[in-house]
């Protein structure tokens, strides 16, 4: 099993920065890919970025390319997402999700373990 907790999640302005963090326990995650989503009220879960196992290839939705960035530190067992020029359409539950495999995905029942999922909130 795989335990997952966000933390980091808030109130921004529009154009500001948020950091979201994910934090992996209960057995060694380096080699699983990892990934974010998030879901805003009346809207399928949707994938923002992901990462794959080891070093880390990075992979991001086109609504949030260029602006954000997802990060792991196997050491720690964290995986970050670095939100930066925040729009109001990111406003959205965000959730971390973890694969049993290396390699990513976008889908969301490719994803075997979840987080509670942490609130971000950005107003105009």
């Known amino acids: 099993q795989l335990q997952l907790v966000e933390s980091g999640g808030g109130l921004a302005q529009a154009g500001g920065s948020l950091r979201l963090s994910c934090a992996a326990s209960?057995?060694?995650?380096?080699?699983?890919?990892m990934g974010w989503f998030r879901q805003a009220p009346g809207k399928e879960r949707e994938f923002v970025a992901g990462?794959?196992?080891?070093?880390?290839?990075?992979n991001y939705a086109d609504s949030v390319k260029g602006r954000f960035t997802i990060s792991r530190d196997n050491a720690k067992q964290t995986v970050s997402l670095q939100m930066d020029s925040l729009k109001p359409d990111d406003t959205a539950v965000y959730y971390c999700?973890?694969?049993?495999?290396?390699?990513?995905?976008?889908?969301?029942?490719?994803?075997?373990?979840w987080g509670q999922g942490t609130q971000v909130t950005v107003s105009s």
């Open positions: 209960g057995r060694t995650f380096s080699w699983n890919a």
């Open positions: 999700a973890a694969r049993t495999e290396y390699y990513l995905r976008t889908q969301v029942n490719a994803y075997d373990y």
């Open positions: 990462i794959t196992g080891g070093a880390g290839t990075a």
